[in-house]
C-alpha cells in the first residue's frame, strides 16, 4: 500500500467519506510551533502506481494548499465530497473546496476562536452542520452555509483538544479538555449534560462507538485509553494499557464493533477490542517520530492510515506491514 512524504510534520489525516481512494491530511512545519500549514489530498491509486518511499517518488498529491499558520487537524464535509475544513493555529477555521483551483480557495475563512483551532469533527447524522474544539477553551457548532458560528459552548475550564459527534444521536457529541475531563453535550443544550472526570492527567482526544451510542473511548497523557458506558459514568468499563507515552488520537472501527485504533508519542499505532481480556490485537511500529493522526476508511473494511512527525503518511490494510510497498 502507498507511503506519502509530507512537506512537514502530520497532524491528521482522514479518509474520503465519498471517495475509496482519496485522503485528507493536515501538517505543519516546525511540529506546529511555528511556520507554515499544509492542507493536502492525496490519490491513493495514483501513489499505489507510482511507489513512494524506497522506490520510485511517490505523486505530488491531487490539491495542495499552503497556510500562513500552523494547521492541527482536518475533516471532509459528510454533504459535499470536494468540501473540507482545516483548524488552524491562528484560531481560524478555514474551509476549503477541494475542485476549485488554490487561487479561489478557502471558500470560507471563520475567525472567532481567540486561540488555536485543535480539533474538527463533521455531523455524520445530520451532514450539515461540523464542531471546531479550541484551546480558548470553547467549542462552537459551524454550517458551511452560515459566515458565523451557530453556538458556541463553555464548561471546559482548559484548552478542548478534540471534539467527536454520535454516531447515532444528531444532536450529540462529546469534547475532550486538558481539564482532565470528558464532556457529553446536546446542541439544543447550553451546558454539558455529563461530565466525566475520565482521567488524572490531560485528555486529547476521544470517539463513539459507531454500534452502541452510550460508549465512548479517551485517549489521555497519562498513556491510558478508557472506555465508557455514559449511562454509568462511575467507573471505566475497560483501561487499555500499551502506549508508553501520551495517547494522541482514539478512533473506534466502522466496521467492527469494541475494535479501536490509537496512536501515542511513542511512535507506536495500536489496534484493539476493549471487550476481549487480552485487549491488544495488533502493535504498529513503522514510524520514527509521534504518531499525531490516524483514521480508519469507512467505505473500505480494515484500511487504516497513520501520519507523523517524521513527516510520513501511511496507507495499509489491518494484519499487514505499513511498510511494504
Known amino acids: 500500500m502507498p507511503a506519502f512524504k509530507a512537506p512537514a510534520p ?3 489525516v482522514r479518509f474520503s467519506p465519498f471517495h475509496e481512494q482519496r485522503l485528507l491530511a493536515a501538517a ?7 511556520g507554515n500549514g499544509h492542507l493536502l489530498v492525496l490519490d491513493l491509486s495514483a501513489a499505489a502506481a507510482g511507489g513512494g518511499p524506497g522506490g520510485a517518488p511517490a505523486p505530488a498529491p491531487v490539491f495542495a494548499f499552503p497556510t500562513s499558520d500552523a494547521l492541527f487537524d482536518c475533516a471532509w464535509s459528510e454533504s459535499h465530497e470536494s468540501l473540507c475544513a482545516a483548524a488552524s493555529g491562528d484560531g481560524s477555521v478555514r474551509l476549503f473546496d477541494v475542485a476549485l483551483p488554490p487561487a479561489q480557495n478557502p471558500v470560507r475563512l471563520l475567525r472567532e476562536h481567540a486561540r488555536e483551532v485543535h480539533g474538527l469533527d463533521w455531523n455524520p447524522v445530520r451532514r450539515d452542520a461540523f464542531l471546531s474544539a479550541s484551546w480558548d477553551d470553547t467549542l462552537k457548532l459551524w454550517s458551511p452555509d452560515r459566515p458565523a458560528s451557530v453556538r458556541t459552548f463553555r464548561g471546559h475550564e482548559y484548552c478542548v483538544y478534540a471534539a467527536a459527534w454520535s454516531a447515532r444521536h444528531p444532536d450529540v457529541f462529546a469534547s475532550a479538555s486538558g481539564d482532565r475531563t470528558a464532556r457529553v453535550w446536546d446542541v439544543r443544550e447550553p451546558a454539558p449534560t455529563l461530565v466525566i472526570p475520565a ?5 486529547l482526544s476521544l470517539d463513539w462507538d459507531k454500534y452502541d451510542p452510550s460508549i465512548l ?7 491510558s485509553i478508557r472506555v465508557w458506558d455514559v449511562r454509568a459514568p462511575r467507573a471505566p468499563l ?9 495517547v494522541k488520537r482514539v478512533k473506534f472501527s466502522p466496521h467492527r464493533q469494541g475494535m479501536l485504533m490509537s496512536c501515542s508519542y511513542d511512535m507506536t499505532v495500536c489496534m484493539w477490542d476493549h471487550r ?4 491488544l490485537l495488533a502493535r504498529y511500529g513503522h514510524h520514527t517520530e509521534f504518531v499525531a493522526g490516524i483514521d480508519m476508511s469507512v467505505l473500505v473494511e480494515g484500511l487504516l492510515a497513520s501520519t507523523g512527525w517524521d513527516e510520513m503518511i501511511y496507507v495499509w490494510p489491518f494484519g499487514s506491514d505499513p511498510r511494504a510497498m
Open 28 to 34: 505543519s512545519q516546525h511540529f506546529g510551533l511555528v
Open 276 to 279: 476481549k481480556e487480552d485487549a
Open 217 to 223: 473511548a479517551t485517549g489521555s497523557v497519562d498513556k
Open 238 to 246: 475497560a483501561q487499555l494499557a500499551g502506549h508508553g507515552y501520551a
Open 199 to 203: 482521567h488524572d492527567h490531560e485528555v
Open 10 to 12: 502530520g497532524f491528521s
